[in-house]
């Protein structure tokens, strides 16, 4: 994955940057998939990214960034994750993969920030629906019924998101055998381009690469160590927890 290119094209659509090859079957393929969407904490630093292009980079827990480095793909997990509405009056579950990568140096982590790759879609604004015959209903015979949103244009928590159609196929390719996965860039080669940009000089004159188009766009890369950015984010978290979920309304009409 090169990290470095648009999420979006400029005629619209989205842009294709993470790569699957295959060298027995000498085949190249690409196709889109979301970056780590970041945060902004007051007290602690705004390392948000925008939709098109990624400026921020990060390895520490709680950041919701991408991590460039090398990876190897998990045994992948499915759940539950809520019914959504059909046309009309049906409803159908959404059961989604989710891929975990295995890390190591700067991404070994990874395990740790529960980082992995899984199709960009999730159930909202859900409610409770009476349902005991239902696999997936609860104690008391209720499920979750919401809002599908196909989010593969935004981005993510800091995985890897890819359309649903790619995602399963992915899932497939790597299901009985463990595959490697670089995403670019690593922590040096963000800290370069950065380094030559404060210094007035061109990264590609220099023998670094970074996508133009992006590069024009977000000034100047950042990369976030675990080392610094984790203990404020810890400590943010301390200072501020998270109200108490409230459990979900019973749906309407029954």
């Known amino acids: ?103 190591e140096g700067e991404t070994a982590n990874a395990e740790q920030r529960a980082i992995g790759g899984h199709a960009a879609v999730l159930i909202k604004g859900a409610c409770l629906l009476r349902d005991p015959g239902s696999p997936y209903a609860n104690d008391e015979g209720y499920v979750p019924l919401g809002k599908l949103v196909d989010y593969s244009g935004g981005r993510s928590s800091g995985c890897t998101s890819w359309s649903p159609s790619a995602s399963r196929e992915i899932v497939e390719i790597t299901a009985t055998n463990p595959t490697t996965l670089y995403i670019y860039p690593e922590a040096a080669d963000i800290e370069a381009v950065a380094r030559a940009i404060a210094g007035g000089r061109s990264p590609s004159r220099q023998g670094l690469y970074w996508n133009a188009s992006c590069l ?39």
């Open 1 to 103: 994955m090169d990290a470095t290119r648009p999420h979006g094209a400029s005629k619209g659509g989205l842009g294709r940057r993470f790569y699957i090859i295959c060298e027995a079957e000498r085949s190249f393929r690409a196709i889109a998939s979301g970056h780590g969407g970041g945060r902004s904490l007051k007290g602690v630093g705004d390392f948000n990214n925008g939709r098109r292009c990624a400026k921020h980079f990060s390895n520490a827990l709680g950041s919701r960034l991408t991590a460039g480095g090398v990876y190897v793909t998990g045994e992948a997990r499915t759940s539950f994750k809520g019914y959504y509405r059909l046309s009309g009056k049906g409803k159908a579950p959404l059961v989604r993969t989710f891929l975990p990568f295995d890390g």
């Open 216 to 254: 024009k766009e977000i000034g100047a890369p950042k990369y976030w160590p675990k080392e610094r950015l984790g203990p404020r984010i810890a400590e943010y978290k301390r200072n501020h927890p998270a109200p108490r979920s409230a459990p979900l309304p019973l749906c309407r009409g029954q």
